[in-house]
């Protein structure tokens, strides 16, 4: 099984606790040597300026590859680029590109008079504005506004013809739901990197909250095994080892880069990947 490339993703806090929280998920999975780091933004673009101040201070002081969220929701054309040519200009140039989620209590997405539509046109304006590297969404399963997986694939070629570099796909539970988005989009044309992206199962609630949302489907054999895990207070013993063959699978399969969105909850993270061989990167001149 070969080691895989990784990255990580985190949420920028909303109190001086949750600070603490991702300084200490940061300090946790930053010897793990990651690819790059990504920062939320939060739906409606709640936490846009929290994002700007995690990315600038990430990248600052840590010392990884940071790239920010950006989304189309409630701004105009000029907010948007204006925030990432502020990204730019402290010397973060990945952009994960995005529509966005609607505000909370909104029926669905509508675009600012002044703003963008989509994110094929974020992409597109990004490309034009500054030398961003772009990454996307993609959705293994079908994204709930979609008319069907087909449609899905489609769109997700439309990024790439803007513009994109890379995408990075939704969680799901079963190895093979992404290799069948695989080879639908390499029978599409599309020939550009597709990460999965893979959630640590941190609380399985918050899990099926998740997945309702945007459209993963829960198999029931993992339902099944989690409210057995429960009630014998096995939780974090059945996560691990679910996420563990899950990526063994996809590595097996020939996927070489694995997306983790940590929920700024680093230690199922750090044991999932330890178990895929990817160990601390330790400076020996710092070792006694």
Not at 56 to 61: E, G, M, N, Y
Not at 90 to 106: E, F
Not at 147 to 159: F, I, M, N, P, T
Request: with cysteine; net charge negative; aromatic share 10%.
């Amino acid at each position: 099984m070969t080691t895989p490339a990784i990255s990580f993703e985190f949420f920028p806090p909303q109190t001086l606790e949750a600070s603490f929280r991702l300084w200490d998920t940061v300090q946790v999975l930053a010897p793990l040597d990651p690819r790059f780091v990504s920062v939320t933004y939060g739906a409606g673009g709640t936490t846009r300026d929290l994002t700007r101040e995690a990315v600038a201070t990430l990248h600052k002081s840590s010392g990884l590859p940071v790239a920010a969220h950006l989304t189309c929701v409630n701004a105009t054309r000029e907010e948007t680029l204006g925030i990432a040519r502020d990204f730019a200009a402290c010397g973060v140039t990945d952009i994960v590109a995005l529509r966005g989620d609607p505000p909370k209590g909104s029926e669905g997405f509508v675009p600012h008079p002044d703003g963008f539509a989509s994110s094929i046109e974020l992409i597109e304006a990004l490309k034009e504005a500054e030398d961003f590297n772009i990454r996307v969404g993609a959705y293994p399963d079908v994204h709930p506004e979609a008319a069907d997986a087909q449609a899905d694939v489609a769109y997700l070629k439309r990024k790439f013809d803007a513009g994109a570099d890379e995408a990075l796909t939704q969680f799901f539970f079963e190895a093979d739901t992404f290799f069948r988005f695989r080879d639908a989009c390499e029978k599409a044309g599309i020939d550009a990197p597709v990460t999965p992206g893979i959630l640590p199962i941190e609380n399985w609630k918050g899990a099926v909250r998740f997945a309702k949302q945007c459209g993963t489907h829960i198999p029931s054999w993992v339902v099944d095994a989690f409210e057995t895990a429960e009630r014998d207070n096995r939780e974090d013993l059945l996560a691990t080892a679910i996420c563990t063959e899950l990526c063994s699978k996809l590595l097996d399969g020939g996927v070489d880069k694995l997306h983790f969105y940590t929920l700024n909850r680093p230690e199922l993270t750090r044991d999932v990947c330890h178990a895929l061989g990817v160990t601390p990167n330790v400076d020996l001149k710092n070792v006694a």
